[in-house]
């Protein structure tokens, strides 16, 4: 267990509905990160959230919304989804992000999500 | 842009063998390099952390060398076992501006028993 948890493991859903992807994380981090996982592609960073605080998001559509209520909590709200958006989606948290290099990253299980 | 490219794509190997997996990035001025073990369907359990100033980080059977100034950076595995076989990512944080980490697509290992 690296001290960072998802839910739901699994998640298939149609391009109408809307769902949310739960992240939490027990490390005490201030920096968490959606990254999105797809066949036979490199991990894709999706948003950063610093202190709370969304300090990147890297061109991602406007039907993936990020929500961080606090440092431990990190939310991916999905509506109106494309099958292309099928992927494993991972969150990671680190101490904080920026030029440290120390700052080393934290993954959770993942959701693997199936847009039908 | 950083460019992270990792080789090979797949390997297979007896048990037992040692083994090296490589990892080239495009822009040197990176803070740190990482690698990651991923197991099939699951998340990524980071295995060694590199510092830009650090030529090499040990744990165990696994020793990970870092050459900044040439954008390489390598994953030797002694004494493979069955156990080992899984994806080995390759990230670095930094390069063409940007803090976060920029992955490659990993290697595929298999440790035939």
């Known amino acids: 267990e690296t001290g960072v948890t998802q839910t739901p493991r699994h998640l298939v859903m149609g391009m109408t509905n809307k769902k949310s992807l739960k992240c939490e994380q027990h490390l005490g981090h201030n920096a968490m990160y959606w990254y999105k996982q797809s066949a036979k592609k490199p991990l894709e960073l999706m948003f950063v959230y610093n202190f709370k605080e969304q300090t990147e998001n890297n061109s991602v559509p406007s039907r993936f919304s990020p929500e961080c209520p606090n440092s431990s909590h990190l939310f991916l709200h999905l509506h109106t989804l494309q099958p292309e958006d099928s992927a494993l989606y991972l969150c990671?948290?680190?101490?904080?992000?920026?030029?440290?290099?120390?700052?080393?990253?934290?993954f959770g299980p993942g959701t693997r999500l199936t847009v039908t | 842009k950083q460019e992270v490219t990792q080789i090979p794509a797949a390997l297979s190997v007896p048990e037992g063998e040692n083994l090296v997996l490589n990892c080239s990035f495009t822009?040197?001025?990176?803070?740190?390099l990482q690698w990651f073990r991923q197991d099939p369907g699951k998340g990524l359990t980071s295995l060694l952390l590199i510092q830009s100033s650090q030529r090499e980080q040990t744990s165990g059977r696994l020793n990970a060398s870092l050459d900044k100034s040439s954008g390489r950076s390598t994953l030797y595995i002694a004494a493979s076992q069955p156990g080992d076989s899984a994806t080995y990512l390759c990230a670095v944080k930094g390069g063409a501006g940007s803090y976060q980490l920029t992955f490659g697509k990993g290697t595929k290992l298999s440790v035939i028993p």
């Open positions: 990671a948290s680190s101490q904080e992000p920026g030029g440290r290099a120390l700052d080393e990253q934290y």
């Open positions: 822009d040197s001025a990176i803070y740190n």
